[in-house]
């Protein structure tokens, strides 16, 4: 992970969670990760392409994920169906497509593939092998990761 | 009963809206319909977007731009092959200056990163209908 996408990843992150959550979110110790796993109830991963590849995943348990979904959607909601799970699919969007263009307007060359959304599974094992950024950020509806893996594997 | 300046503004207009979230789709919908919008299509990609512009002509396209099959870009250009007075309005979290910039040469009417608030996209929105319709 070069230094130089750490500050543009974990400031956007941030903002945007605040922003979408109208809440105030703080933000834990920002670790890297080397070969370890990322688990999730909930998984969003957004695949990251241009100068080097990669990919940006939000992992969270399954009551943070139906309180995000409630807060975002407005309506309460019980269960994550593929309709409600949605709403944390844009989420990822949001949080990828900004930290990106940060990069972008320093000088870096990256876009974004659609976001995916997987349920109690783990991230593709080729991830594993990579470095990461976690990104554990603290709200109301509870604690949400944001892992990066950009660079060299 | 009071008004606000949104409603007082209320232009009818046909638009279509193309993102791959439903979410994301339901959201703006909700911005357009306050704005007098009537929203006569729903795209979950680039493609079918440019499907419902030939078909149905709309007013106002509003185009995510990172969409699968045919990204936003590449919709935004054939739209504007077919149409070049088409108003198409980008709504996408990829908000960088070159992207920006890009869709502005290529014939966008105006720019709205997400996340954004209904009253700052409404602004925006309704700032391009007035232009675009001599309003």
Known sequence: MRFDYINPLVTTTQEVLDCTLHQTVSRGEVVVLQGDSIYGDVVVSVRITGDSEGDLLLSMDDLTALRICSTLTGDRIDTLTPENLDALVELGNMIAGNAVSALND???????????????THAASSLFKREALRIPLMSDCGEVDVNVFLGAE | MAHSSA???????????????????????????????????????????????????????????????????????????????????????LGHKEMVWKAICLGAKSFVTKPYTADYAGMIIRDVIKKTTGG
């Open chain 2, 7 to 93: 409603d007082t503004e209320k232009k009818d207009f046909s638009c279509i809206i193309a993102d791959d979230s439903a979410f994301a789709r339901k959201n703006i919908a909700g911005v357009l319909t306050k704005l007098g919008g009537n929203v006569v299509g729903e795209a979950a990609n680039g493609q079918e977007a440019l499907d419902l512009f030939g078909k149905l002509h709309p007013d106002l396209v509003v185009l995510d731009i990172t969409m699968p099959v045919l990204d936003g870009v590449e919709t935004l250009r054939k739209i504007i092959e077919q149409d070049k007075n088409a108003v198409v309005v980008i709504v996408s979290s």
């Open chain 1, 106 to 120: 320093l000088g870096f060359d990256f876009s974004i593939l659609p976001p995916e959304v997987s349920v109690r």
